[in-house]
């Protein structure tokens, strides 16, 4: 069974950053992991994934330049680092494990099985 706990989030102001942090168990070696986000009566929407080597990176238009998703395979981590906060990035995200091993990272939710409960990342401008 795979479990995936998100962590990181808080209350910032715009400007600032967070970095949130991802911690898997069990499921398939070798999966590109995602993150999503949802804000209040939005949908939830794609924001950046990787593959299981770290090389193939990919993020969403209104992330990309200011955010950076890493993983450190040997903690069973992903991160997202997010820097330059804007309000508009106030959501809870979500971690996302995409079934299959060393399957390219999409930025699709159905392209993911297992999913976090989400932390809350709120900017204030």
């Known amino acids: 069974q795979v479990q995936v706990v998100e962590s990181g989030g808080g209350l910032v102001q715009a400007g600032d950053s967070l970095r949130l942090s991802c911690a898997r168990s069990g499921g398939t070696f070798g999966s590109a992991m995602g993150w999503f986000r949802q804000a209040s009566g939005k949908e939830r929407e794609f924001v950046a994934a990787?593959?299981?080597?770290?090389?193939?990176?990919i993020y969403a238009g209104s992330v990309k330049g200011r955010f950076s998703i890493s993983r450190d395979n040997a903690k069973n981590t992903v991160f997202l680092q997010m820097n330059n906060l804007k309000p508009e990035d106030t959501a809870v995200y979500y971690c996302?494990?995409?079934?299959?091993?060393?399957?390219?990272?999409?930025?699709?939710?159905?392209?993911?099985?297992?999913w976090g409960q989400g932390t809350q990342v709120t900017v204030s401008s």
């Open positions: 996302a494990v995409r079934p299959g091993g060393y399957a390219s990272p999409v930025g699709v939710a159905t392209g993911y099985a297992d």
């Open positions: 990787i593959s299981w080597s770290g090389a193939d990176t």
